[in-house]
């Protein structure tokens, strides 16, 4: 089994990336909201729920 991970880079300590820093949360969620409401790919609708009406029919008439 593989295992996939991934370490932070260092943020400089310069004065230039602390402006952004506050609003990181604030775009982060926004993303994940957006990503959320305009992703169409939804596996819990093409997932098998159980046999269907043919299989019945097929099945229903040999145990008669």
Known sequence: MATITSASLPVPASGRGAP?????????????????????????????RGPGPAWRAKHMAGSR
């Open 20 to 48: 952004a820093k506050p609003f990181a949360e604030l775009r982060a969620f926004w993303r994940h909201v957006l990503a959320r409401w305009f992703n169409r790919y939804r596996p819990e609708l093409h997932y098998m």
